[in-house]
């Protein structure tokens, strides 16, 4: 993520190249010049005329941050996005692209990128001068027009900006020629977008470098003022911790920024579960119900006063939990041969197992980490099996336990082998019940929707059990 000029939310590729090779051709197709943010906004008002979504893949923020962006694009303003870890301002900066033209025209071999019909730089304006009709034109993918900068603190003006080219000046031209400037990421972006993660941390004479970019448009390097008339969005992201304390954006540079959006966990259960299954790669089925145990893991973390909340946590935690769990049934599945690997509630112990480094806990908490960390892990679950186990009985299955039956599963015990050791309970249809209210088809789904009663109703002091790290018995 530190350098890339590419996005992976734009999409493919929809149509061909349009068949214009000079600017003379060009011209007779009728193409009109427009200005970057006049594309944008063109675009962005076009899509809510039509009722088509311009933020594809972006869940909890339609009645909070898209208003705001969406204002703040219409507007023309550059924009920083503050949030914590994990909030999706990466993937917020990166959708912007799809606003872009499908295709626009660039000079070809122009270093800046410019359009043909506004060359910017001398060497662009000797050869448009020269050829005239005959300048050559290629054309460039909106992916190609994103350029994106983790702000690092050893990132330096060169790099944004650029720099005295030694090679060019080495050839013979004088060092006032502005043609011996090798130009950074900033100038290259020339009619796209330009993103800055984490801004606070970039040092503040950095920072200095940017203002006449953004506010006079041109680019001092060196001594050298050359006036380019850049056509750039420039877009940022920061923590508001490093905002206010390890770093900071400093005072001009905040000012140059139009807009200031907040970002934000998802509000809505539904939209954490959303966000867990589209960026989830997972090697194994997951039920519907282990999501949104981890969903409401993650956010019953995101409550507690034993979890420094000032570092957030990420949507990434349960994301990183459900593969996890998948992988703990593939796992499983390979070893003894299941047929499907399904994930099941034994899984879940797993995940925190591994997941625990990814919180930051309050400093009075040393010690009970792994407390914590179990105790909300049984809250969610409670919460799940009283969502979607509500109005079923399960009396009989803890009336079995009770009289001396014991269920045993475990991280490698198999669904077959668990549903096997299951007590008899006559002629009730309890497990098809339990099974039927989670949507439990085969063996895996079977068994993972049953171990969730079980858990239930442990949680509930109805049965005990016992972990010795390998097996787990209700009994």
Known sequence: MEFVTATPTAGPSSSPAPEARTVGQLRASGHQLRSLRTEIRENLLDALREGRDPW?????????????????????????????????????????????????????????????????????????????????????HRDERYAEKLATPDTSVADLIGDVDPMKVAEGRSLGDPETIHFGLVPRSHRGIVALNELPDLAERIQVSMLNVMEERDVQIRGYVLRLPLDVLV????????????????????????????????TELDAEIRVIRQEADLVADVPDHLI?????????????????????????????????????????????????????????????EVLGGKIEFETGEEGREQEVLTHLLRTATAEVVRAHLRGIDLGLLADAIENGAMVTTGEQVTARDFLTGLPVLGESDLYDQVCDALGATNDGQRAGAIELALEGLYLARKVGKDTDGRETVYG
């Open 56 to 140: 594809p893949g972006l869940h909890g923020f339609e009645h909070t941050v898209v208003p705001q962006l969406e204002r703040a694009l219409i507007a023309g303003h550059d924009i920083v996005l503050l949030g914590e870890r994990g909030q999706g301002k990466t993937r917020l900066l990166r959708t912007m692209v799809g606003l872009l033209d499908e295709w626009t025209p660039v000079i070809e071999g122009s270093e800046l990128g410019e359009h043909p019909y506004d060359p910017i730089i001398h060497a662009s304006q000797r050869r448009a001068a020269e050829l005239g009709d005959e300048l050559p034109v290629v054309w460039r």
């Open 235 to 266: 877009v940022a992201s920061a923590n508001p911790e490093d905002y206010t304390n390890r770093g900071r954006i400093i005072t001009p540079l905040k000012d140059r920024f139009g807009a200031e959006i907040r970002t934000h966990y998802p």
């Open 292 to 352: 949104e145990v981890l969903a409401r893991f993650t956010r019953n973390l995101r409550d507690s006063s034993a979890v420094d909340q000032r570092s957030g946590v990420s949507a990434r935690f349960a994301i990183a939990g459900a593969e996890t769990i998948a992988a703990a049934a593939l796992h499983r599945a390979t070893r003894h041969g299941e047929d499907e690997a399904v994930a099941r509630v034994v899984d879940l112990e797993t995940a925190v």
